[in-house]
């Protein structure tokens, strides 16, 4: 083992700009269903993509996630059955007065996106015992979901929207992708180029809801207490 | 409701320094355990961590997070004497083989941390039909997770190094921070500012694993299917 005193390196805070270029692509990120461009996402990009995935932390080092990228016209129309069919079932949870708002949202772009991607978690990778794990089974999933939030920000930042569909009985997205068991769809997700983005969330602008004050979700040194002034 | 195209804005890629900037944030960030310096995290610094955290993607933007912002000396001591109940349980989960390499390892910052943070999700948020969730009851946890990462990344720009420690007994976590039961606490970060940092995962450095080779996760329209080439 190499002497662990040579990997540790200097880790000052960004400059005003390059730290700005983080808040930008945090801020300005959106969930993406109607503005993708027919434009092809190069390989290399699409490379770029995947390994920011690949450096989100994953519990124990454990790494438990496959990129399955889709291009193929086929796998995409079965997934927007599988999604019009959860869709169905979907819009008749909702009370009577909602239904007409709901069916009036587009929330997914399925077939229009270039490459859709499925992050999924093998629960089985790294055997029995993983460090981290122990007392808190689900950080394998947790871990998968920081791999998603790396890509999408990196899409940011290259200029490539992405919308995650959560609308599928999960039984389809396996029979489609042909799942083994101990692996669990995390995120199906659309990606494409845009040249707009909405400059805040679509159901913001739609109405369907708004953003919550922050000052109401933090607490201090426990649950309901709030910052003494 | 204003016009919908109002709010479509130019969205064009980063500059390459800017894009730089966010893949380096991404590559550098580490899982912080030892590297803390005792510096005070400024009240508007952590207000920024915060609005990253609540600007990630939600679920039918249901924001199902809390932010418990933990500075008292007590409550980090309640909770380190959590993390050593429960890690005195792990070690003993592993192999024999793994034990000492196990218990050499630092899995946690808690009390040289400056601020700890409980990033919480409320599954009752949203009430009991929310967008998106209506076939994956599990993406408010997701969105959550989200909200983690952005947090992460955006504390690496500013100079701050973040740890997420994962091995409590979760009824603790609860009795220490008096959550309701509808509140699930996802992720336990310490935060402190760092002047170091590991050029790779502290877990390749100490040689407990090493990153796979990112061709090895990636498949092309199904499970198990590589690229032709």
Known sequence: MSNLNDHLKSAAPFSETEREAVYRAIFSRRDVRSQFTERHIEEHILM??????HHAPSVGFMQPWNFIVIADRDIKGRMRTAFDRANAEAVKMFPEDRRTPYSALKLQGITEAPVNLC?????????????GRTH??????????CAVQNLWLAARAEGIGVGWVSIFREADVRQVLNLPP????VAYLCLGYVDVLYDMPELAVKGWGQRLPLDDLVFRDGWGLTLKK
């Open 48 to 53: 770029r993509l995947l390994t920011a995935a």
């Open 136 to 145: 808190a089974p689900d950080m394998d999933l947790y871990s998968t979901v």
């Open 182 to 185: 101990e692996v669990i769809p």
């Open 119 to 131: 992050i999924t978690c093998d629960r089985s990778r790294g055997g029995p015992v993983v460090l």
